[in-house]
């Protein structure tokens, strides 16, 4: 089995910065795409940013310049440094990965529990 377990999420000032970690473990014998994801009370999950195996990123339009997506392909750890954080970026955020267990299996997609990232004055 692998888990994804998010960590770095808390409250910070409108304008602050905070980091978060997704690091996975388990049976894991490679990782392509993994990605952030946000959902805020009442609004749909939202796709923040992904970060291919090769390092190529993409971002969602109210994170670009201000967010950045990382990942340690040893560790199979993934971050995402936030800047310039707004109220608006108040939201539970979700590390989502695409594992593959073995060389002879495919790659299953999974979920870390989440965790909450608040920004208020």
């Known amino acids: 089995q692998v888990q994804l377990v998010e960590s770095g999420g808390g409250l910070v000032q409108p304008g602050g910065s905070l980091r978060l970690s997704c690091a996975a473990s388990g049976r894991i014998f490679s990782i392509s795409a993994m990605r952030w994801y946000r959902q805020a009370p009442g609004k749909q999950r939202e796709l923040v940013a992904v970060i291919v195996s090769g390092g190529s990123t993409t971002y969602g339009d109210s994170v670009k310049g201000r967010f950045t997506i990382s990942r340690d392909n040893a560790e199979n750890t993934m971050f995402l440094q936030m800047n310039s954080l707004k109220p608006e970026d108040t939201a539970v955020y979700y590390c989502?990965?695409?594992?593959?267990?073995?060389?002879?299996?495919?790659?299953?997609?999974?979920w870390g529990q989440g965790t909450q990232v608040t920004v208020s004055s």
């Open positions: 989502n990965g695409d594992v593959r267990s073995s060389s002879s299996e495919l790659f299953g997609n999974y």
